[in-house]
């Protein structure tokens, strides 16, 4: 018989950036831009704090190289932003083009913006650039044509009015109420894609600018590059709800900078204070209901990355990380990254602290009195992020929280998120006592929902049925047979490149396979879909990185909606560490880009738990980060013999029990939460290996008992006797009645 069951072991899903579960996304006052852009929060690196008024070619550059050189690209900063001061100005304000658009500073630049462009994209980085609202005063004064159009720059200024401007000032006011105006901007956004652009920072905006916001974003979606676009700054609130339609992120309050450095215009060493930084606190409270995927607040830069002379305490520093991340705001680091310290650095890759920023939710503040402040946020598997901190600069503060202001009663199991210690379960409330400006960030798991917080028991009792071959069962008549309502339909493999199909040639819509899928749902049922197994073209290694595989697995969510994504990863895929890094990698994406779903890993394992590649596997992905739902060996194929496959599977989940505590921080209870198993019935591909009704009941009994998080089989395609013309890919060679193990499974409850 062929191993069809071990034809599938990949692996599942993994959160954003950390140990931290994507919470759902809940209402907002204004509908999101629907750009498709920053879907989670911009990272990376942009110029203005230490560069200043200053930058060139070589300077960016180098920046670029150290965010790779680091590893800081590794967890997720990927823009290298270039600021204000790239322009040429003269007596009258910016020089500009043969179509009124700022021109280059060659000398700074001689490669011009496209070739920076180019190096930062040959780094697997994205660009950022910036530019203001309105018409150059030397553009009107050359009366320089508008591209594409008979129209010219006198024809839209309004030379009545003169915009905000940093750096060479004269810019003038645009009517948009005249033609050619729109087609204005339009050809600066087509020149800036030309150039490699990626992100785009307008700088100066205020209420009176929205026609300017408003002409961008237009310019920008029909430039023909997707373009990040980012408003700045100290923008009204009262105008929130445009800048949340229009924009992706948006500056709340003026710079992070206290221009109290030693060089020419406060430039240098220090960046920032802690008054600048503690002035966040209100104003991301009040902001905090306009944050959500698509459109962030932004608090300005992030000073972290050169020790205490940036002008914060490494307790303040950790403050400004965590209140950055708990309100979901862009992380753009403003340091000098060529010579990053090694305490930051270690705060910077800190997943955890990541994943909190990346998980879609902006916290809010639940205790404010005098220098003692708590923020929480909740996520969607009923856990909840808290940040407690003392803004004060002189005295330790006892900052206290009890877990009913939070959201929940009784007691909870909380991990420190900066260390990754498991605390313990606190009962009613939870205390610390911090030093000025020091921050304690914490997950907490209500102890009542422990059972809840495992897959709910339709997910978790999702058996396998391999719809290619193998005879296949209608599902819904196993449904009406059994009581299931879910299944895990395999397998999702490569057509031989990057693309995924069912078995590799099937299409994912408008066959046999999504006619099955509807036909589950209308019965009230629903799916997993599994992509891998042990044969076929696996899509992990077809797919050359991890952006090219988190597209696939995108492909198959997309085509189903799904609610869960079994990654089942064996043979070759399962072997190769840099395929592993790369699912790993992809699943970050895949996380991010999908609040609230589901995802499994399933991998084979010994009567141990699992072997040496399952452990790399796990700490691999607790390592950078990922909190997956559901580990889930597969306990078969290991000699288990005629009699004891139940007590053998129970001591092999007890090993990967104490694998994923002990790369997790996680405790018993909710390790348990997270594993699972996926048996086989009757005869495995071990010709002496049998697993009985018998085992299936031993197994239920441990699950009831420690509430898995997946209890499931391989398949349902064998789980008949065998009869005339059948063979073991559609029946399960023991004597049996139709389905008796599927029914000894359909009785857990969670």
């Not at 599977?649 to 997790?664: C, F, I, P, R």
């Not at 031993?698 to 509430?707: D, E, G, I, P, S």
Request: charged residues 20%.
């Amino acid at each position: 018989m062929i191993r069809v069951r071990s034809l599938a072991t990949a692996v599942a899903g993994l959160l954003v950036a950390a140990a931290v579960p994507l919470a759902g996304v809940t209402a907002h006052p204004a509908a999101a831009s629907d750009n498709g852009r920053s879907v989670r929060p911009a990272m990376g690196w942009s110029s203005w704090s230490f560069v200043r008024r200053t930058p060139t070619e070589a300077k960016i550059r180098a920046q670029a190289d150290a965010l790779v050189s680091s590893g800081l690209k590794d967890h997720g900063f990927v823009y290298v932003n270039l600021d204000d001061f790239w322009q040429k100005c003269d007596s009258n304000g910016f020089t500009v083009d043969g179509y009124g658009r700022w021109a280059v500073d060659t000398a700074k630049f001689p490669d011009g913006i496209k070739g920076v462009a180019d190096y930062v994209h040959s780094k697997g980085l994205k660009f950022g650039f910036y530019v203001t609202p309105g018409i150059a005063r030397n553009a009107v004064t050359e009366n320089t044509p508008i591209e594409g159009t008979s129209y010219h720059a006198k024809d839209i200024a309004d030379t009545s009015r003169t915009e905000k401007n940093y750096n060479c000032k004269n810019m003038y006011y645009i009517d948009y109420s005249k033609p050619g105006a729109q087609e204005f901007v339009d050809s600066w956004a087509r020149q800036f894609a030309s150039w490699g652009v990626d992100y785009l920072k307008i700088d100066g905006v205020g209420s009176a600018d929205i026609p300017d916001v408003q002409a961008w974003d237009k310019a920008l979606r029909a430039s023909g590059r997707p373009i990040t676009f980012a408003l700045s700054n100290n923008l009204p609130i009262a105008d929130a709800s445009t800048w949340r339609k229009l924009a992706n992120s948006w500056r709340t309050q003026g710079d992070v900078e206290c221009y109290c450095g030693p060089g020419s215009n406060g430039s240098g060493y220090p960046l920032t204070d802690w008054s600048h930084v503690s002035k966040r606190f209100d104003s991301a409270a009040s902001w905090q209901p306009y944050a959500g995927p698509g459109g962030w607040n932004d608090l300005d830069s992030l000073e972290i990355g050169n020790g205490d002379q940036v002008g914060l305490t490494a307790d303040q520093r950790r403050s400004h990380f965590t209140l950055w991340s708990m309100a979901a705001a862009p992380l753009l680091l403003g340091t000098d990254l060529t010579r990053l310290d090694s305490v930051d650095k270690a705060m910077l890759t800190n997943d955890r602290l990541i994943g909190v920023d990346q998980d879609g939710v902006a916290a809010k503040r639940i205790v404010n009195s005098g220098v003692k402040q708590v923020w929480s946020k909740k996520e969607s598997d009923g856990q909840y992020v808290v940040a407690l901190f003392n803004t004060g600069t002189s005295g330790n503060a006892t900052v206290s929280v009890n877990w009913s202001q939070v959201g929940f009663s009784g007691s909870g199991d909380v991990t420190d998120l900066w260390s990754g210690s498991h605390k313990g379960v606190t009962a009613d409330s939870y205390s610390a006592t911090l030093r000025p400006g020091e921050t304690r960030l914490i997950r907490v798991k209500p102890a009542n929902s422990l059972k809840t917080a495992a897959a709910s028991p339709g997910f978790a009792v999702a058996p396998y049925e391999y719809l290619g071959w193998g005879s296949p069962q209608n599902p819904t008549s196993v449904m009406s047979a059994t009581g299931v309502k879910w299944f895990t339909l395999a397998f999702i493999l490569s057509d031989g490149t990057c693309n995924p199909k069912w078995d590799g040639s099937r299409p994912l819509t408008g066959g046999s396979d999504q006619s099955t899928i509807n036909a589950i749902r209308a019965a009230g049922g629903d799916i997993v879909v599994s992509v891998g197994g042990w044969s076929g073209n696996k899509l992990g290694e077809k797919c050359s990185s991890a952006s090219a595989l988190a597209g696939a697995y995108q492909k198959v969510i997309n085509a189903y909606k799904l609610k869960a994504l079994d990654i089942d990863i064996e043979n070759t895929e399962w072997s190769n560490a840099t395929v592993r890094q790369r699912v790993v990698d992809a699943l970050k994406t895949v996380k991010a880009n999908n609040p609230g779903l589901k995802t499994v890993i399933t991998f084979g394992t010994t009567t141990s738990g699992p072997d040496s590649t399952g452990v790399d596997m796990i700490k691999r992905a607790a390592n950078s980060g990922l909190a997956n739902d559901v580990w889930c060996i597969m306990p078969f194929d290991f000699g288990g013999g005629t009699t004891n496959m139940g007590s053998l599977t129970t001591k092999a989940m007890e090993g990967l029990k104490a694998q994923v505590k002990s790369a997790y921080g996680y405790s018993d209870a909710t390790a348990y939460t997270h594993i699972g198993l996926s048996s086989m019935n009757g005869k495995t591909d071990d010709s002496g290996e049998r697993v009985r009704v018998a085992d299936f009941k031993t197994m239920l009994a441990y699950a009831q008992q420690h509430h898995i998080g997946r209890l499931t089989y391989w398949a349902v395609n064998r789980d008949r006797a065998c009869g005339s013309g059948t063979d073991g890919d559609a029946c399960s060679g023991v004597t049996q009645q139709p389905y008796d193990y599927l029914k000894v499974f359909t009785q857990y409850t969670g």
